[in-house]
């Protein structure tokens, strides 16, 4: 149960666009169309804005996207906004367990 | 309107127990699997334990294998984790979280979290 490969931090300015890599393996993140992904902000519980490697829940702005090739996911943010600085967090399911990434710091300069 | 509700946290001795409860409502939590993930002070997010919509399933993370029973009450839409020979890397956030539904599997529905510290 190995924790997926994200960058510790990125940054961008407003109205740019910034991609969080998660890097697993042919066992989770390779094998499944199964990555979320999660927003959390300071003190607050985090938000599911991706699952299933590219779908957005219902009332997530669509300036979040998901991709995914091979054994790397990946969370695009267009058009940043003040208000998405935060920590992103990747996760994949597995056949018997679910595991997250370390968590990305997105600083909006 | 979704709500989670996680109690049962607070200070416990290393080796001893804890018993966490949530509470869910606003959707149908008997076709939910749910689960249980943590989050140490300062740190990402961990994996714990999830279980099926019927309760017939479990999954642990290897940390608390063996140490934690996570089960669940339809009739009551109530989670619980049973935490037993807690030990100092326990101590965390542990949110409540709906789980599969339909096929799909992921943590849509969270909870604000309940806090256990696990120290003398």
């Known amino acids: 149960q190995s924790a997926l490969t994200q960058p510790a931090s990125v940054s961008g300015s407003p109205g740019q666009s910034i991609t969080i890599s998660c890097t697993g393996t042919?066992?989770?993140?390779?094998?499944?169309?199964?990555v979320s992904w999660y927003q959390q902000h300071p003190g607050k519980a985090p938000k599911l804005i991706i699952y299933?490697?590219?779908n957005r829940p219902s009332g997530v702005s669509n300036r979040f996207s998901g991709s995914k090739s091979g054994d790397t996911a990946s969370l695009t943010i267009s058009g940043l906004q003040a208000e998405d600085e935060a920590d992103y967090y990747c996760?994949?399911?597995?056949?018997?367990?679910?595991?997250f990434g370390r968590g990305t710091k997105l600083t909006v300069l | 309107e979704v709500q989670v509700l996680e109690s049962g946290g607070g200070l416990v001795q290393p080796g001893g127990s804890l018993r966490l409860s949530c509470a869910a409502s606003?959707?149908?939590?008997?076709?939910?699997?749910m689960g249980w993930v943590r989050q140490a002070p300062g740190k990402g997010l961990e994996w714990v334990s999830t279980?099926?919509?019927?309760?017939?399933?479990?999954a642990y993370a290897d940390s608390v294998k063996g140490r934690f029973t996570i089960s669940r009450d339809n009739s009551r839409d109530t989670l619980y984790l049973q935490m037993n020979s807690l030990r100092a890397e326990d101590t965390a956030i542990y949110y409540c979280?709906?789980?599969?539904?339909?096929?799909?599997?992921?943590?849509?529905?969270w909870g604000q979290g309940t806090l256990v510290t696990v120290s003398s």
């Open positions: 299933d490697v590219t």
């Open positions: 996760s994949s399911y597995t056949s018997d367990n679910v595991v």
């Open positions: 279980i099926t919509s019927s309760g017939d399933g479990r």
């Open positions: 606003g959707f149908t939590f008997s076709i939910y699997g």
């Open positions: 979280v709906s789980w599969c539904s339909g096929g799909a599997c992921y943590f849509q529905h």
């Open positions: 042919s066992s989770d993140v390779g094998g499944y169309n199964y």
